[in-house]
């Protein structure tokens, strides 16, 4: 069993089918392609995530086997040291991730092993969910509509100790420890692991019904922080729907709604794997953007001067997730107000999210840069200030995270301070001003509908 995305006991099909079969080498591969640049966040939480996996492995009689390397090589020496004759994955629709499971099956097949998908990280997998006309889906609401007809399977239980006595087995060398690399300082992460996802789950089944009404609001813990844990898969989707699915509220359905908006752009994306990088909407290459200089290091950084922007990022910098809405507000303030490309902001969300997933951050990017599916369209510009006027009212969450704001005697008004103000709690003025960039904005795209 070749565990990749998918780091749990629970309901994961894969790792039933293979325990079906017979003996298992639970094995991981530490592939230095996805560990390079994988940032500071999820480094750490990967290798939280694989000691926990190790612990519950432990528990029922075995050790999860480390090995460093390509996996084209790893995989095949790992499965002919166990005499294996079949490796068992869930299915990988990433553009590396499905190019390298190619070459694994191939590799193996010339050792007349067999590599075996058996589900995938998705409630619905990629490229399952076409139009009437047999073609993929490029717009999110018919998406949604057909993926609810779709539906899912129901949740397969975790192998039990006495069940899989005597299963499993090790490697005899090549074996490396899961690694433990520092975090930096100021950065702090959600533990890891399927129980803390679990807990994460239930916690929030208790407050679903109120998810329409409070999701918007990044100054109320109102959604429900599984990215993470969907993210390496110590959560699968489906278990998520299953407890839902008894709930009829407003929030429960708006809440399957977000479920289906991370399989919708698992599939974009692999009928367009160009746009992990490129823009989905090819004019929107055409427009004029400005080199990202001081601008942009000072958004990177949370100094901006516009609260509820630097606030954003400041969480992200110190929790390595950031709200939903902020992650809107500070990307539309790259493109729209700094002209900076997507891509830029995108990488820069990818080396700090703790949930930092190529589908869902990428295609969250273009949305908000207007060039992706379903866009926002360009001309709707968000204006920060008012943005946090509307969704922080009491000015909680900019308290929260931007210091030089947080005491109200000082800061009255902590979404537009005053100049005095500013100076007197050493917060930055803002870099540019929103009425004229937004101007520009406008222009700029003016000129590309040309
Ligand atoms: C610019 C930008 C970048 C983003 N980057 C990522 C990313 O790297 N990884 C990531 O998981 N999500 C990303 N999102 C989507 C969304 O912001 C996060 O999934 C959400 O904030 C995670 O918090 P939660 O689990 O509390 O969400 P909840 O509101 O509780 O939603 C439940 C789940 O639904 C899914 N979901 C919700 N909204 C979206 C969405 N817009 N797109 C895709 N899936 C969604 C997620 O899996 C989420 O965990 C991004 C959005 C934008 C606008």
Same mark, same amino acid.
């Given at each position: 069993?070749?565990?990749?995305?998918?780091?749990?006991?629970?309901?994961?099909?894969?790792?039933?089918?293979?325990?079906?079969?017979? @003996?298992?080498?639970?094995?991981?591969? !530490?592939?230095?392609?996805?560990?390079?640049?994988?940032?500071?966040?999820?480094?750490?939480?990967?290798?939280?995530?694989?000691?926990?996996?190790?612990?519950?492995?432990?528990?029922?009689?075995a050790a999860l086997q480390v090995v460093r390397g390509?996996?084209?090589?790893?995989?095949?020496?790992?499965?002919?040291?166990v005499g294996a004759e079949r490796v068992h994955v869930?299915?990988?629709?990433?553009?590396?991730?499905?190019?390298?499971?190619?070459?694994?099956?191939?590799?193996?097949?010339?050792?007349?092993?067999?590599?075996?998908?058996?589900?995938?990280?998705?409630?619905?997998?990629?490229?399952?969910?076409?139009?009437?006309?047999?073609?993929?889906?490029?717009?999110?609401?018919?998406?949604?509509?057909?993926?609810?007809?779709?539906?899912?399977?129901?949740?397969?239980?975790?192998?039990?100790k006495a069940a899989t006595k005597g299963s499993w087995?090790?490697?005899?060398?090549?074996?490396?420890?899961?690694?433990?690399?520092?975090?930096?300082?100021?950065?702090?992460?959600?533990?890891?692991?399927?129980?803390?996802?679990?807990?994460?789950?239930? @916690?929030? !089944?208790?407050?679903?019904?109120?998810?329409?009404?409070?999701?918007?609001?990044?100054?109320?813990?109102?959604?429900?922080?599984?990215?993470?844990?969907?993210?390496?898969? @110590?959560?699968?989707?489906?278990?998520?729907?299953?407890?839902?699915?008894?709930?009829?509220?407003?929030?429960?359905?708006?809440?399957?709604?977000?479920?289906?908006?991370?399989?919708?752009?698992?599939?974009?994306?692999?009928?367009?794997?160009?746009?992990?990088?490129?823009?989905?909407?090819?004019?929107?290459?055409?427009?004029?953007?400005?080199?990202?200089?001081?601008?942009?290091?000072?958004?990177?950084?949370?100094?901006?001067?516009?609260?509820?922007?630097?606030?954003?990022?400041?969480?992200?910098?110190?929790?390595?997730?950031?709200?939903?809405?902020?992650?809107?507000?500070?990307?539309?303030?790259?493109?729209?107000?700094?002209?900076?490309?997507?891509?830029?902001?995108?990488?820069?969300?990818?080396?700090?999210?703790?949930?930092?997933?190529?589908?869902?951050?990428?295609?969250?990017?273009?949305?908000?840069?207007?060039?992706?599916?379903?866009?926002?369209?360009?001309?709707?510009?968000?204006?920060?200030?008012?943005?946090?006027?509307?969704?922080? =009212?009491?000015?909680?969450?900019?308290?929260?995270?931007?210091?030089? !704001?947080?005491?109200?005697?000082?800061?009255?008004?902590?979404?537009?301070?005053?100049?005095?103000?500013?100076?007197?709690?050493?917060?930055?003025?803002?870099?540019?001003?929103?009425?004229?960039?937004?101007?520009?904005?406008?222009?700029?795209?003016?000129?590309? =509908?040309?």
């Amino acid at each position: 069993m070749w565990f990749r995305r998918d780091l749990r006991l629970s309901d994961n099909p894969a790792l039933r089918q293979a325990l079906d079969e017979g @003996e298992v080498l639970p094995l991981f591969v !530490l592939d230095p392609v996805l560990w390079g640049p994988a940032g500071p966040s999820r480094r750490a939480y990967l290798a939280a995530s694989l000691r926990d996996l190790d612990a519950q492995l432990g528990d029922l009689g075995a050790a999860l086997q480390v090995v460093r390397g390509k996996p084209v090589n790893r995989v095949v020496q790992a499965a002919k040291a166990v005499g294996a004759e079949r490796v068992h994955v869930a299915a990988d629709y990433g553009p590396y991730g499905h190019q390298r499971d190619l070459d694994v099956e191939e590799a193996l097949g010339g050792a007349d092993i067999e590599l075996v998908r058996t589900g995938s990280p998705y409630a619905v997998a990629p490229d399952r969910i076409k139009n009437g006309s047999g073609k993929p889906y490029k717009v999110y609401t018919p998406f949604s509509r057909a993926w609810f007809d779709h539906g899912w399977r129901d949740p397969v239980d975790a192998p039990t100790k006495a069940a899989t006595k005597g299963s499993w087995l090790t490697l005899d060398d090549g074996t490396t420890d899961i690694p433990d690399p520092r975090l930096p300082a100021g950065l702090d992460l959600p533990e890891a692991g399927e129980a803390a996802a679990r807990r994460t789950l239930e @916690e929030f !089944l208790d407050k679903v019904e109120d998810y329409d009404r409070d999701r918007n609001l990044p100054g109320v813990q109102g959604t429900s922080r599984i990215s993470v844990h969907l993210k390496y898969g @110590e959560l699968h989707p489906r278990t998520v729907l299953k407890a839902v699915s008894g709930k009829r509220s407003k929030g429960a359905e708006t809440y399957r709604k977000e479920i289906a908006w991370r399989d919708f752009y698992a599939d974009v994306l692999f009928q367009r794997p160009d746009s992990a990088r490129e823009y989905y909407q090819p004019d929107f290459a055409k427009m004029d953007y400005d080199d990202p200089g001081e601008a942009f290091e000072a958004w990177q950084e949370g100094r901006t001067g516009f609260p509820i922007v630097d606030a954003g990022m400041r969480q992200l910098r110190a929790t390595g997730w950031m709200h939903n809405r902020l992650r809107m507000i500070t990307a539309s303030f790259l493109v729209k107000d700094l002209h900076v490309e997507w891509q830029h902001g995108a990488r820069h969300f990818l080396h700090w999210l703790v949930d930092g997933d190529l589908a869902s951050n990428n295609h969250g990017w273009q949305w908000t840069a207007g060039s992706g599916t379903d866009a926002s369209p360009f001309f709707r510009v968000f204006n920060p200030t008012g943005q946090g006027r509307k969704f922080d =009212k009491d000015g909680e969450y900019v308290r929260t995270w931007v210091e030089e !704001l947080s005491d109200p005697d000082q800061v009255p008004d902590p979404h537009e301070p005053s100049d005095e103000v500013r100076e007197a709690v050493g917060y930055p003025a803002m870099i540019v001003d929103h009425a004229e960039e937004r101007r520009e904005a406008l222009d700029r795209y003016e000129r590309i =509908k040309k």
